[in-house]
């Protein structure tokens, strides 16, 4: 599936957080991401529904992707 110029697939942990804050270090940026899943009010309980586990998984599934894009807004 693709958005307007976002492509729904599988993407690793750090480069989906470096799409989303391509100015700070990927470490950085991958805390910043973590941070919003963690604090959004229904996006992390989504996640762990499709399987997330979150100090243990370092690729996100194409549905997770789409979940984060919905409920963040595209990159």
Known sequence: MKTADFEIRQYGRTEL????????????AWKKLRGWIDYHPTLNGTLRQLGYQPRRQ??????????????????
């Open 58 to 75: 370092r690729i996100f599934t194409p549905a997770q992707v789409g979940a984060i894009v919905e409920a963040l807004g595209e990159p």
């Open 17 to 28: 957080a470096q799409l989303y804050s391509p100015d700070i270090t990927p470490e950085a």
